[in-house]
């Protein structure tokens, strides 16, 4: 059976899920201002969940939370990135779409912000628009939105593991 070892203490833990969420907004910023790969609309809110996941996972490095609040954070943190995640499902199914099928290319999130209530913006935006079509950069095969769903996954496995260690330091 395979057994985690949790890390000796949970607060070390969560710092390292928060310096996880810094190293993923730092490479999309240097993906962004180095390689010239500008964001879509669904990238930015998929952005948004990686730095609020962040926060949750820095907040609850600096708590320190016991049992209880660790499976409060879990869920806090559950929520951010499940929704990134699923921000992330959206743009890839509309990166596979077949040419014929993809959405016209739409405003872009500022015009959107300056001139349609943000229900209207979030409404446009999961509706998807030709650049989230775009498939830029690619590691091994897989797009961003790809890489950024497994993170997600990964983020919310990390924050569940942390509510299976004990009185928050393990010995």
Avoid: N
Wanted: glycine share 8%.
């Amino acid at each position: 059976m395979l057994r985690f070892r949790p890390l000796r203490s949970r607060r070390l833990a969560y710092l390292i899920g928060a310096g996880i969420c810094t190293a993923l907004m730092s490479f999309a910023l240097y993906l962004q201002y180095q390689l010239g790969e500008d964001p879509c609309p669904l990238c930015i809110f998929q952005r948004v969940a990686v730095i609020v996941s962040g926060i949750i996972f820095f907040l609850a490095a600096v708590h320190g939370p016991d049992a209880r609040g660790a499976k409060v954070y879990a869920l806090l943190i559950f929520a951010s990135s499940g929704l990134g995640a699923l921000i992330a499902i959206r743009h890839i199914w509309i990166q596979h779409l077949p040419k014929d099928q993809l959405p016209e290319c739409g405003p872009g999130l500022s015009y959107l912000f300056d001139t349609f209530p943000f229900t209207e913006v979030l409404r446009k935006v999961l509706s998807g628009s030709g650049e989230c079509a775009a498939v830029g950069w690619t590691f091994l095969s897989l797009s961003i939105p790809e890489w950024t769903l497994i993170c997600f996954i990964l983020l919310m496995g990390w924050a569940w593991l942390q509510t299976h260690s004990s009185k928050g330091e393990l010995s």
